[in-house]
């Protein structure tokens, strides 16, 4: 419940904004398995601020430190202590968030539900707390990688009215997508991205966008029925992400508007195993994985902070106008792209060892 | 896990298409609530197969039997035992799938996970499996009225590529939307909609649609940050609906196209309390409500049985042509209507439950 | 969380004493498993009441009837449903239990939990909540019998002050058990204690117990370190059980008089394993199992419904004498025997899948 | 699972015995609660090693460090992260290990369980392990004490075959039972359990003993019927400590011996509400509390590694003569007296804020 997830490989994370620091426990991870900081700091680097001109100017190392479960470079089967110190906090920028909740920000929602909020508004909808979340995901992925051979690549598919060309996520790599800031691997798109982000930048404004993920190599047969259907695991985990706001898995909103004998895909013969010609379905079939691989696409609002003026009201109904301090992102997805691999493989890895209880 | 749903209001479901009977556990139910089968075969009549040309002719009664946790009209707090017989069984019908899956539906999935699968073919994916839920969310519905007067409303917002005319959400009843077969209350719309279905079912074919949903009343608080975000929770419920393929809260993958300056909803003073003049979060900020109503929409695919020729291939990988028989909806959203409301219920039960523990 | 049990077998149970019927719902029974209702009964007929003088007078034939996930014969991985129809009800009989809480009993607490409480008193604390446990638990028993060749076998091993002579307990079957209606395999032993529930019938009084049961081919390897060890694990299952006080195992409360060399468990070789000589850790070392035999012993108290006069005083504390009427076993352990069983089952069966994940 | 306890009052727990650090995440905790280090440190100082001469050389400062979930004093709502720094770690002392499993520790089924095991043989069954439950509980006991005024005092009521003399639980202070390192408050029995110890400990030997517990004023109604009575859930938090070997609640196994004419507690009228004359229930009626201090025992086993010679065998069967080396304590009862009272506040907690969704 709220800061755990999963049933065999289960997480639990902590920390906000602005305390000493943030991390998880990592519950299930097999023993025996090879693992380093090194690992993990890898997604970790792709997630963390200060990146380049397109993110926030908050400038964080966010090292690593395996506190247990690790022992001479391999796993033990026990709980995987992550921690990641706060360094750059300067709680401070924040003291006018105590008078005035921010427009479509958490600060009011968190003070409705806890009677108090962090320093930061809501310090637990903060960015920050998804660092536990990739730093177990990231093993997660090496899992998933080193058993099942599963390859996790999430890119930039649309920054506001922007939308990428066509992009082959057959041969998809992270190398590629990280050739360009904005992590969008098709050069003409991410250029018009950028200048869309650097132009809401400009405006003291923000603006939304929206990632695209596809996991190559997944078995047939995992995801439950009922409740936890894979693309429902899914979709809870996407929209567990600060921001998101929409999850589609295949043909998604568009598959509503077909009808069956174009959406369905044939059976064919793949490789001596059966597979489909098309993957409208996008590598769910009644909640559990066929086999193709899985493609879903994941809606991002515009960050709520701006430098803008708002006319908005304080808690106590004053009309009042509000130009946000503080460092922010003008647009997340460019860093939002491991978060969403990572949750993905802890979804996936999860469902892998339920999985096993079958073999 | 797979057939368990919730951490206080907790919902076990049973049952596939051709077995004795579907239904349900419902724990956390609180005690000495009035409760009669009655308050709950509302929804499922709304649910059940047979009730008009739009739908499948299989024909199901569909009588919920309350086992337990009830005595002289008034919860006991114990767990309330939910049984619905099933009575228009034909296995035969579904012989062929046997040895062919049939495209874009569960056979061959439920075969890769479990080895076997039931006659129906994927039979847990059935639609009856969703009985269970539907019982166990009219309690949940029930008590969120009585308790915190929360009203849940869905209707059809779209079939195939006919998009409804604009509803006014805050004021919609279910009467309104069962004032036509296809449940969409504006009637040019829900013309052009049923035209749609009939025209698919001629075709030997099957249509897609999206449901809208607005929950009004609903207390700022509920949704616990990070994993189990109110929109988390939803987001899982709606996937894990059979042909569920989407799902957007508030401005969806809409809002990924705007500025926050345009997207920010502002706090305005509302009876005394802080809102917000616009309702692009869809009611939800950080994870948790605000007080605004609950909007979101949900996509289903076609169904993937029809009676069309398809060109597949058998488990072996000969290639067949499959004419599907069995009785099927040639659109499921009209059906799916009381499905999405008591998911829902049961989303905000639970989480009304979790929020008590603050109080 | 109340009445769900299990990670990935997982059981949910309903049912109360005076209500249409009670059961379970059993989710994670592997498929393809050869399944029947005989399967289930042969425990159910063990537990159910009237078998014999030395229990209650209420009859019931209890039969299961499984509702869903077999077909043909076989399991199909989904939910089992499982129903036992409740037959001889009486609720008339506990009329006098709505103004007077029984001592020892559970009407008083049921009423300061739910503000209500059951026609028969604390309906859910009553025996009859263990049906569903027992089906469920039959089911784990046959697959634990059939993957892993585990057997377990309970057995009386004192009532009252009459402890059962000593019983070889690596080769004890459930039929020598049977052999005597008091459930305990030493026909002395057994004697006595048949003589000392007859008294207490007599004297319109109950008398307490202790099972005792072992677990024979448990594989080396299952539970799991920090909260979930095994012997956690049991000690919860069986102290969940109506009635029970105290759990042991192994040396249990002897073993806390004892010396580490003399309580210490010698390794040896045993058939190319590693084996110890003596069993005083129970089966269980660092809450894992470790390939010997589980034994431990759970203590039940005398039944709180007792016929004789007791003075205590009415809901507002008016004194009064309080004669209690009501079929009830003046002593529960013959009868706990299968529940035993079956809860160990339950717990092993999870503690299976679980281990599955690490292989 | 395994490293995780509880449902809403939620901790998981990391960290063997030569990590970098142990530690915890506890959720759950309320909003607007006042606390500091100073108040988890307290019973961190009580478990400790090095305290006295009664326990084991190895020295620690066991300083917590509260990472996230508190600012300014006061809780946040968010997840407490605790983090306690493994100082006087000397992995070499138990080189040995690596070939000879100790007979009656849990090296052999950790190597069976996970194929791997810790350099300190099973790390994670470490003493060391505890930490972050007692850090978690700490705040628990806060949270119990202020809110409802729960006092939870645990203290040593045998060692070896020294029983204490009777101890009136109804007035007992943790001072009382510190007044004496042996942790039982009655002078005469401390001397000689003292001795019995030293005893043990100049004989390279070690000896076991068992913990009394009583909790005054926890209201009546918490505990859920059926799976999670609050003896079961006790009894689980019990049996899940390092040498625990059995549990009796109240009466316990002499309540087995009785008639319930004798072991039934008679209802009286006290301060205007119902409780009983006496207290063999032990505070629990059918799985909830009835307002009665809840009492109940632990036995725990004397240590497996003691410095005397023992014939085993090692991994690969061949005989062996062992004496451990290492630094161990010769009996565990003084210093388990916090990890059984704050483990204790885990069961309280989570069930009063599960109680409260039925407020």
Known sequence: MSSCFGTLYKVSTFGESHCAGVGAIVDGVPSRMALTAADIQTQLDRRRPGQNKLGTDRNEADQVQILSGVENGLTL?????????????RPGDYSEMNDIPRP????????????????SGGGRSSARETIGRVAAGAIAEKFLLEVYGIEIVAWVSAVGTVDSAEVDSSILTRAQVD????RCPHGASAQQMSDEILAARQAKDSVGGVISCVCRNVPAGWGEPAF???????????????ASK???????????????SVHNDPFVLKDGRLGTSSNRS?????????????????????????GQEQQTVDYQGNPVTLSAKGR??????PRAI????????LVLADLALIQKMRS
């Open 77 to 89: 089967g026990s709980p995987i202590g992550l921690l990641v110190a706060n360094k750059d906090q």
């Open 104 to 119: 479509s920000h958490a600060d009011y929602t968190y003070r409705a539900k806890y009677g108090i909020h962090a320093s």
């Open 179 to 182: 050739s360009f800031d904005v």
């Open 228 to 242: 936890d259907r894979l693309e429902a695991r899914l979709a809870m985990a996407m929209l567990s992400l600060p």
């Open 246 to 260: 929409g999850f589609e898995i295949g043909s998604g909103f568009d598959g509503a508007r077909m009808r069956g």
């Open 282 to 306: 996008g590598g769910v079939q009644g909640g559990i994985s066929n086999g193709e691989p899985l493609c879903f696409r994941v809606a991002f609002k515009p960050p709520a902070t701006i």
């Open 328 to 333: 922010h992102d003008p647009c997340v997805v």
């Open 338 to 345: 491991p978060i969403v691999e990572t949750m993905t493989a």
